[in-house]
């Protein structure tokens, strides 16, 4: 039998522990009070025949409880609870120690392993995993109501980033960049003024960039068409220098063909300037910033063939990679990209189809970007195509006092999510209890998030300055607060929610791809829209429903229900819950029906939606890539898609990664055996998530999954 103890770790059970406890009572009592080795032996018995091969610490101290007081030992019992107790308040008081020296000994996984951007071993990154750690253990103890501490614990909600709550910042957002370049920002109390160029444009992006990420959590989203105008002035710029000395007898063509060529230096410095920036940069959270470059072709755009130019070369760099420390051209993880396709770019003989192919391509060998329909967004938000946030959410739609629709200079104040098959396997089929339990845990979400909100009420614009005084989000005046950007659905607040497949399971018996299971599933997801739309008409805050990726949440949820409610079939057996509204990786389902069927959800799912499709061996397969692409275009909003290929981060391999003699991953063409730079498919499903450690008993199963 295995105890869980209250930190998460798993020990074997040991009956002399449970002596000890009793004992230590007993030097308190009478010897009338005292119990017996034969209450002792009776009490052990019990426990160990029970049967359960894994046990809540708790749970054996409850039945030690209930067991005393069978046996009349009343007032042991007491000092056994008073003992219990005062242990608790100790415990509670010093919740961050051990955490807190397992980030310096390098042996919390747990929070080492939650965020793949972060390099726990860093100094720089170990002081902010620190300071999280003393965030959340104030959020817990001081800051959050306790039915909201209650609930977390026990895995019925997840609240979001509570190593930040602490300090009133936000979630992520979209920088309106336009505003900072063309009339500047300040940064360090500097002014920046507007560029004169391209590359110089490049550059104060790329530190606007870093800045922003430093004063906030989640990630920052910048729209690339801003650029364009910038590559003009560069273009102008040398036409002037040119014809300075050229002269008045020039020829129009040497003219054109020179200011090209200083063109194209230009554009490649410059784009090279944010990828090596971003990529370099660390901001003071210890990470790379988690940007988002959104790369669109609006028919609408004055400066539309500069901006053709600039996702040209965005794209041509991203094909190429960055040099690692060992000199080889590997995929690197920022800027994430999202390439939007329209008529004029969806593969059917539009004028920019030269650029969705060298997407593709991209796609093929470096697994981005991701693709957003500008035709199902404009269904989806009323006739808009805008980015998503870095962390995958989407804005509401949004109109300023002229009656405009802004979305760049908004931000997402924070996140809790749902736990949806523990709503299901608590009900236990029985519909009117699973409504009954959903609306009373997603009044418990709402408070949660109103917790988020109430954090952020009262904050002064001095507190970010590039955020709320200088463009990134607002121009505020000094000391004015942020309040007025907090109602209206000027920025967003979201309920997450996880396991739509595994709650179906267990509801109907069927997956929400079966007739019936469908059904079930859209009146979930049309219950929980309709519970944020009237969240959002009572407080006047813009609640959405959101469901993005959240890989380690995943397991969290998956692991606290397996260990409260037993192993269940195709539920808390595979170790994981399936994310928002995916299909579940074992599904027989191919990619065209995936994405049809996912699209539904995306309709419902506004604030927040991705979907994920596999094609194997993509890299010779660019024929197939260009139809689904072509697909995406028709049939869903957003998605993204992956490979079944393994790679090595040290030397870019991409072929199979296999279990050498000692059970270690291991390159076969340079030997790297860290894990951390590796991605190892599970060939059992097919998955390609993030942080991810699944040991197996087979070969086959153990392996490390980092999201790419």
Known sequence: MKVIKRDGRVVDYDKSKIKIAIEKANTEVTKKEKASKEDIKIITEYIEELGKKRILVEDIQDIIEAKLMELGKYELAKKYIVYRYTRALVRKSNTTDESILGLIRRNNKEVMDENSNKNAIIASTQRDLIAGEVSK????????????????????????????????????????????????????????????????????????????????????????????????????????????????????????????????????????????????????????????????????????EENAMIIEEVLRQRLQGIKNSAGVYVTPAFPKLVYVLDECNNLTGGKYDYLTKLAVECSAKRMYPDYISAKKMKENYEGNVFSPMGCRSFLIPWKDENGNYKFEGRFNQGVVSINLPQVAIVAEGDEDKFWKLLDERLELCKEALMCRHYALVGTPADISPIHWRYGAIARLKQGEKIDKLLYGGYSTISLGYIGIYE??????????????????????????????????????????????????????????????????????????????????????????????????????????????????????????????????????????????????????????????????????????????????????????????????????????????
């Open 137 to 304: 253990d104030l959020s817990k103890r001081i800051l959050l109501p306790e039915k909201i501490i209650n609930a977390w614990e026990d895995g019925v909600l997840h609240f979001h980033d509570a190593d930040y709550f602490i300090q009133p910042i936000f979630n992520c957002c979209l920088i309106n960049i336009g505003d900072m370049l063309d009339n500047g920002t300040v940064m360090n109390g500097k002014m920046i003024e507007t560029p004169k160029s391209f590359q110089v444009a490049c550059i104060v992006t790329s530190q606007i960039i870093a800045t922003v990420a430093s004063n906030q959590y989640g990630g920052q989203s910048i729209d690339m068409i801003h650029l364009g105008k910038y590559l003009r002035k560069s273009k102008e710029k040398f036409e002037k220098e040119i014809i300075e000395e050229l002269g008045e007898d020039f020829d129009k063509k040497i003219l054109d063909k020179l200011v090209a060529k200083r063109l194209k230096v230009e554009l490649r410095a410059g784009v090279q300037t944010i990828q090596y920036q971003i990529n370099t940069l660390m901001t003071t959270n210890g990470q790379a910033p988690f940007v988002t470059l959104f790369l669109h072709i609006d028919p609408n755009d004055e400066y539309i």
């Open 503 to 708: 709650m179906t399971k267990l509801m109907k018996g069927v997956p929400h791809t079966a007739p019936e299971g469908h059904d079930f599933a859209i009146k979930v997801m049309k219950y929980m829209k309709d519970k944020t739309l009237k969240w959002r008409k009572e407080t006047n805050i813009g609640f959405s429903l959101y469901g993005t990726p959240a890989e380690s949440l995943c397991y969290r949820f998956a692991r606290i229900d397996k260990e409260r409610f037993g192993t269940i079939e195709d539920v808390t057996d595979k170790g994981y819950y399936t994310n928002s509204y995916h299909v579940d990786v074992r599904e027989k389902i191919d990619a065209f029906e995936k994405l049809k069927f996912e699209s539904e959800f995306q309709q419902l799912s506004g604030g927040g939606a991705i979907s994920y499709v596999e094609i194997p061996n993509m890299k010779n397969n660019i024929p197939a890539l260009e139809t689904l692409i072509k697909y995406i275009y028709e049939n869903i909003q957003y998605a993204e898609v992956n490979t079944k290929s393994d790679y090595c981060h040290v030397c870019g391999f991409d072929g199979e990664i296999k279990i050498n003699k000692d059970l270690e991953w291991e390159c076969p063409n340079c030997g790297n055996k860290d894990h951390s730079k590796l991605t190892v498919v599970r060939r059992t499903c097919g998955y390609l998530g993030e942080n991810f450690w699944n040991v197996g008993k087979t070969k086959e199963i153990k392996a490390r999954v980092l999201h790419l």
